[in-house]
């Protein structure tokens, strides 16, 4: 089955259940800006993964980071840890990798969570369990921050297809931020696939 196929078939499989992901016309425009952006981040050739000095990233998280992007070709990704950073690095797509709290880097400076020595916090809530984990694309879209506090935890931004919004918290296999009910999860998902999969479809067609 050719790609175009597949895209085509998934455009139309999640139509409904994304026409269907909210009811607020202004949200679903808001999504939409978002997941511009999310895939706007990808459209480079390539993306500098940083991750914290004495950090190793392991093969399973590496193939999940490599893999996320699957409706164009592959940007190439390079693994370096933040010491290892040049200032052209700095002009280029960015994604943080790693446990908040052990950069160096300052992250709070970029990202609406504040960091503490086991994780994070928000609205005066702590995250500080090995499976609690964020993510947030910064307004420029050049800047992505998956961290999460522990490891062998699954990368829940890849598994829910995160970019209908700026910014989601995950606790287990929870989506914490945005609030939204849990049976509107997989329908805010779909409305990531289904944006993504028009694209693909008419980028086989150029």
């Known amino acids: 089955m050719s790609f175009k196929t597949i895209a085509i078939s998934l455009l139309c499989s999640t139509m409904m259940l994304a026409a269907n992901a909210l009811s607020n016309p202004d ?25 914290p000095d004495d950090y ?35 002009h280029k797509h960015l994604q943080f990798f790693g446990p908040c709290f052990r950069f160096t880097y300052p992250l709070a400076s970029e990202i609406p969570f504040t960091i ?24 420029s879209g050049n800047r992505l921050f998956t ?32 609030v939204v009910p849990e049976e509107a999860v997989q329908r805010i998902a779909s409305r990531v696939w289904f944006n993504i999969g028009r694209m693909a479809a008419v980028s086989q067609n150029l």
């Open 27 to 51: 949200s679903l425009t808001t999504m939409d800006k978002n997941i511009a952006q999310m895939t706007g981040f990808y459209a480079t050739d390539t993306i500098i993964v940083v991750l």
């Open 56 to 90: 190793s990233i392991n093969a399973r998280d590496e193939a999940e980071i490599r893999n996320f992007v699957f409706w164009k070709q592959k940007p190439v990704y390079v693994f370096k840890n933040e010491s290892d950073l040049t200032p052209s690095d700095f």
């Open 116 to 139: 503490d020595a086991l994780g994070f916090s928000f609205n005066g809530i702590a995250y500080q369990q090995p499976d609690d984990a964020f993510y947030y694309m910064n307004s």
């Open 147 to 178: 961290c999460r506090n522990g490891e062998n935890i699954p990368l829940l931004y890849v598994r829910h297809m995160a970019g209908a919004y700026q910014r989601y918290i995950f606790s287990g296999n929870s989506v914490v931020l945005p």
